[in-house]
């Protein structure tokens, strides 16, 4: 099996991690990037997940709390980075750096720091899992 037909199938099976803690939320796609750039397919290439964070904003009525259906998710600005997990990577695995991002990036959000937080995680891989 080529490397292209292994990323392929992993694309298929994947889930790709949503996880939340209060009002910050994490989420993991694979929207067509590589190692240098958009993906490419060549066999040195390898496809690489990105990441988004997410923060719960009013709708309608201020004063209303966090859980009222006029509460939707919005982008947080400068939350959206390519990471250097390959889409390959396991589920769980994919889940646990999810969650390693949400710490980090509700932290990020409170003390106005989401840009430098999110390009130090850009370079987030497997290595960063506690042992």
Same mark, same amino acid.
């Given at each position: ?16 991690? +949503?996880?939340?803690?209060? +009002? ?15 993906? @490419?397919?060549? !066999? ?5 997940? /990105?990441?988004? @964070?997410?923060?719960? !904003?009013?709708? +309608? ?21 390519? @990471? /250097? ?39 987030? +891989? ?6």
């Amino acid at each position: 099996m080529t490397n292209n037909e292994k990323y392929y199938k992993a694309m298929d099976e994947m889930v790709e991690p +949503d996880v939340s803690i209060g +009002d910050i939320r994490v989420t993991f796609e694979y929207v067509g990037e590589g190692l240098s750039g958009d993906y @490419t397919g060549e !066999e040195d290439d390898v496809p690489l997940m /990105r990441f988004y @964070t997410w923060k719960k !904003e009013y709708v +309608d009525e201020p004063n209303i709390g966090t859980e009222h259906p006029d509460w939707e998710w919005g982008e947080v600005e400068d939350g959206s980075y390519c @990471t /250097r997990i390959p889409v390959d990577t396991p589920n769980d695995v994919l889940n646990e750096m999810a969650l390693i991002i949400l710490d980090r990036m509700i932290e990020a959000i409170e003390n106005d720091d989401v840009r430098g937080t999110g390009e130090e995680l850009s370079w987030i +891989d497997e290595t960063w899992l506690k042992v």
